[in-house]
């Protein structure tokens, strides 16, 4: 037998098994031999954790429809994490490195139905296995954004930023054809990987149940968010709540806005940009891009009896 320091031994652990290099984390609270060793900061009798995510991608609508969901009395989000679009980013990303207790202490103690929205939790190939270990009954929310208007927005989104990559390419039709640089590449990947829907989906039905996964149609979030809320709160098993009373269409910033105290309350000026619609150029060249992607996510849709979207039904015609 021979004797290791820890710090050694890790090494020659993490040698062994390099893909254990990121610690996969349980709840320690639902387990004695964890709850018996932990510190007295951690509170397991407490509500510690979020029932709900709201998965995304990025562009569909997720900022808004989290927003309308916190009307609801007895839902409550995750308190803002500055610097992360006041996402907790945790899944995936290298916030999960910070630790479980890090990740529950930006949840209130409360004991309504707690959620939170990081769209960057969808595309991410780490996220779904590491909210299933950790959250294994928590239900998801998906958004269904036509992915060519889902891309054209990010591609907005980049230039409103002034992404270098982006401004200097002129068009996301030339990122789309001519991409050569890395930082090309990525823009396009940017762009494209969050409408792969069921690409992605994939990942997460590994983990999760299909039962709790809800699809949110992005057209209709945006048409009847009222509609869209009342439906999500039923399945939330959450009591009625007269949305329509709380939420009114901003003739001047074009979407539905909160109504707090009689006032309205939209979303900052980066959701619902003002630009100009793409052009048929694009639209065709995005249309043909995510073909088989669109033709994979109707099939799934049909095949489980869930409610296809308008938007995909015109796509799938089109390039049937
Ligand atoms: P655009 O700014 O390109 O129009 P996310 O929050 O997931 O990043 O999505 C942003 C998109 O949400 C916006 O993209 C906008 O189209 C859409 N959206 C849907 N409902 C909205 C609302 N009520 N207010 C603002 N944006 C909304």
Same mark, same amino acid.
């Given at each position: 037998l021979k004797w290791q320091d820890p710090v050694s031994s890790a090494k020659l652990y993490f040698q062994k098994f390099? @893909? @254990? !290099?990121i610690p996969l984390w349980t709840n320690p609270c639902t387990d004695p031999r964890h709850r018996a060793i932990?510190?007295?900061?951690? %509170?397991? #009798? !407490?509500? =510690? +954790?979020? *029932? +709900? +995510?709201?998965?995304?991608?990025?562009? =569909?609508?997720s900022t808004a429809l989290g927003s309308f969901l =916190? +009307?609801?009395? %007895?839902v409550t989000q995750n308190t803002p994490v500055p610097g992360s679009f006041e996402e907790v980013q945790f899944f995936g990303g290298k916030n999960y490195l910070r630790g479980v207790e890090w990740y529950m202490s930006n949840f209130p103690n409360t004991s309504t139905v707690i959620f939170e929205k990081s769209a #960057?939790?969808? *595309?991410?190939?780490s996220a779904a296995k590491q909210a299933a270990t950790l959250i294994p009954h928590a239900k998801l929310i998906v958004i269904l954004q036509n992915p060519s208007q889902r891309a054209y927005s990010w591609f907005q989104h980049l230039l409103a930023h002034k992404d270098p990559t982006a401004v200097s390419s002129g068009s996301l039709l030339s990122i789309l054809e001519n991409s050569t640089t890395s930082s090309e590449l990525k823009v396009k990947q940017r762009c494209l990987s969050g409408g792969k829907y069921v690409h992605h989906l994939d990942k997460w039905l590994e983990h999760f149940s299909l039962q709790h996964i809800h699809f949110v149609d992005a057209d209709e979030l945006k048409r009847e968010p009222a509609k869209v809320l009342f439906t999500i709160s039923k399945w939330l098993d959450l009591p009625d709540f007269e949305f329509d009373a709380h939420i009114r269409f901003s003739e001047s910033k074009g979407f539905s806005c909160r109504l707090i105290e009689g006032k309205t309350k939209c979303l900052g000026e980066s959701k619902g940009r003002k630009y100009e619609p793409m052009t048929d150029e694009l639209k065709r060249k995005l249309d043909e891009t995510f073909q088989l992607d669109n033709s994979a996510l109707f099939k799934f849709l049909r095949k489980n009896r869930l409610q296809i979207p308008e938007w995909l039904e015109e796509a799938v015609r089109v390039t049937a």
């Amino acid at each position: 037998l021979k004797w290791q320091d820890p710090v050694s031994s890790a090494k020659l652990y993490f040698q062994k098994f390099p @893909e @254990e !290099r990121i610690p996969l984390w349980t709840n320690p609270c639902t387990d004695p031999r964890h709850r018996a060793i932990l510190p007295p900061s951690f %509170n397991c #009798t !407490r509500k =510690t +954790l979020p *029932d +709900l +995510l709201i998965l995304g991608p990025q562009k =569909t609508g997720s900022t808004a429809l989290g927003s309308f969901l =916190t +009307l609801h009395p %007895n839902v409550t989000q995750n308190t803002p994490v500055p610097g992360s679009f006041e996402e907790v980013q945790f899944f995936g990303g290298k916030n999960y490195l910070r630790g479980v207790e890090w990740y529950m202490s930006n949840f209130p103690n409360t004991s309504t139905v707690i959620f939170e929205k990081s769209a #960057t939790y969808f *595309d991410n190939p780490s996220a779904a296995k590491q909210a299933a270990t950790l959250i294994p009954h928590a239900k998801l929310i998906v958004i269904l954004q036509n992915p060519s208007q889902r891309a054209y927005s990010w591609f907005q989104h980049l230039l409103a930023h002034k992404d270098p990559t982006a401004v200097s390419s002129g068009s996301l039709l030339s990122i789309l054809e001519n991409s050569t640089t890395s930082s090309e590449l990525k823009v396009k990947q940017r762009c494209l990987s969050g409408g792969k829907y069921v690409h992605h989906l994939d990942k997460w039905l590994e983990h999760f149940s299909l039962q709790h996964i809800h699809f949110v149609d992005a057209d209709e979030l945006k048409r009847e968010p009222a509609k869209v809320l009342f439906t999500i709160s039923k399945w939330l098993d959450l009591p009625d709540f007269e949305f329509d009373a709380h939420i009114r269409f901003s003739e001047s910033k074009g979407f539905s806005c909160r109504l707090i105290e009689g006032k309205t309350k939209c979303l900052g000026e980066s959701k619902g940009r003002k630009y100009e619609p793409m052009t048929d150029e694009l639209k065709r060249k995005l249309d043909e891009t995510f073909q088989l992607d669109n033709s994979a996510l109707f099939k799934f849709l049909r095949k489980n009896r869930l409610q296809i979207p308008e938007w995909l039904e015109e796509a799938v015609r089109v390039t049937a």
